[in-house]
């Protein structure tokens, strides 16, 4: 509980077949890679902040 | 302590199914910092500093150093160490400043939460303070949204005291048997309104805020104030057995399942052996010591220059690197590196002492 990640950037990373496979994202000011992965913090974070819609993660290039 | 006495804990210790492995917590000495030993102006962020504990906060303008400090008590070399460098005298509602250690489900299962048979916790620590009077321990439920708290006083300035605490079971809701938060173990330091205006909760009980922090003091009142700790155990049933020693070792790979630093400060330390997927772009493959306890998070510092490239005896700079195809085992990074030919091997190191390739499968 009570995290309180400040996450300004994410954005998807996409594998050679073009699937996502996780997200760079900064978090607390540094660059992150994130798996998309329920159990990782940094991610439920995300995940939570994008349902507060205070974030959004941007398509991957 | 007589010795009768003693053979009546280690006698309370056994019935309790705890002569062995019995400190939940990792890295109770503080002998682990893999981060770094030294903080500075930690503020309103949750971050952890030394290995498996976290510092956190909320709507607070104080500020500490948090480091790994000398303790300077008898067969304990290290403490965690709280010292104020800007204070708040004036809290608001939800100021507040913790330590905290997390815990997995499934290391919980002992403790027979939410059943008839809930076990008794116990919780021992040597802390000082330049900050006297009362301070608050809070065991808290993750998955069942239930806490209770003890509070322990420190009585003497500056002096090692050690505390212990028992919390009752709690025969309301199971812990999760899985690799998730369950279990959260807090020092509060600093607790605003929200946290400290009801009454202290020491029964368990589904959480109320205003009932976690009752009394605590404020640590960041003055820039006179420090806090430290060390020698922390958390064991099933009502009695503190002698702190659990465990090698540096042991403690290492214990705390490599939550975080990992591949790249330490070494200057000139390898990273990884490599093979070119084209003319420069580079990948190589890291595997961890220990099986992590969920796919980490990949994080590397960049800077001019920070790492390096080399392959057939060239090499090229870079300044940072990436990530791809993680696992709980290991995973593939990936750089641009220097102008060779697909397949051709070659290996990257750091090339700056601020280069660090780090893992985070914390809680």
């Known amino acids: ?61 | 302590m007589t010795k009768a006495r003693q053979l009546a804990d280690l006698g309370n210790a056994y019935d309790d199914g705890a002569l062995s492995n019995r400190n939940m917590i990792i890295n109770g000495a503080m002998q682990v910092a893999q981060r770094g030993t030294s903080f500075t102006g930690v503020t309103s962020t949750n971050a952890y500093h030394i290995d498996r504990f976290e510092t956190g906060s909320g709507d607070s303008s104080s500020q500490f150093t948090v480091s790994q400090a000398t303790a300077g008590l008898n067969g304990f070399a290290n403490s965690l160490k709280f010292d104020c460098t800007t204070a708040q005298s004036s809290l608001g509602a939800d100021s507040r400043v913790f330590l905290q250690q997390k815990f997995e489900g499934q290391n919980l299962q002992r403790l027979k939460k939410g059943t008839s048979d809930a076990e008794k916790i116990t919780v021992s620590f040597y802390v000082k303070s330049t900050k006297t009077g009362t301070y608050i321990v809070e065991l808290y439920d993750n998955d069942n949204n239930r806490q209770i708290s003890q509070a322990y006083t420190i009585s003497s300035s500056d002096t090692w005291e050690q505390k212990i605490l028992t919390f009752d079971g709690d025969t309301t809701g199971s812990f999760n048997n899985d690799n998730a938060l369950s279990l959260s173990l807090y020092w509060h330091l600093v607790a605003g309104s929200r946290y400290s205006s009801g009454t202290l909760s020491t029964s368990w009980t589904s959480t109320t805020d205003a009932n976690r922090a009752v009394g605590q003091v404020n640590l960041a009142d003055s820039t006179s104030n420090n806090w430290e700790i060390t020698g922390v155990q958390l064991e099933v049933g009502d009695t503190a057995t002698p702190f659990e020693h465990r090698s540096y070792g042991d403690e290492l790979a214990r705390c490599q399942r939550y975080f990992y630093r591949h790249g330490d400060f070494y200057y000139r330390k390898t990273i990884a052996q490599s093979f070119r997927t084209s003319s420069s772009d580079v990948e190589g493959v890291v595997t961890f010591p220990n099986t992590m306890r969920t796919v980490p998070t990949f994080i590397a510092t960049s800077g001019t220059n920070y790492y390096r490239d080399y392959c057939l005896g060239s090499g090229t700079n870079l300044s940072t690197v990436g990530a791809h195809n993680i696992y709980v085992n290991n995973a593939v990074l990936q750089w641009t590196g220097h102008p060779r030919s697909a397949g051709q091997a070659g290996y990257m190191r750091a090339n700056n002492a601020g280069a660090t390739v780090d893992f985070d499968a914390e809680l």
Not at chain 1, 3 to 22: R, V
């Open chain 1, 1 to 61: 509980m009570e995290n309180n990640m400040n996450i300004t950037s994410a954005q998807y990373n996409a594998d050679m077949d073009g699937n996502n496979s996780g997200i760079k994202a900064t978090i607390d000011g540094q660059e992150m890679f994130v798996p998309l992965d329920l159990a990782n913090r940094h991610y439920a974070e995300i995940l939570k902040q994008v349902e507060a819609g205070t974030l959004t993660i941007a398509d991957a290039e």
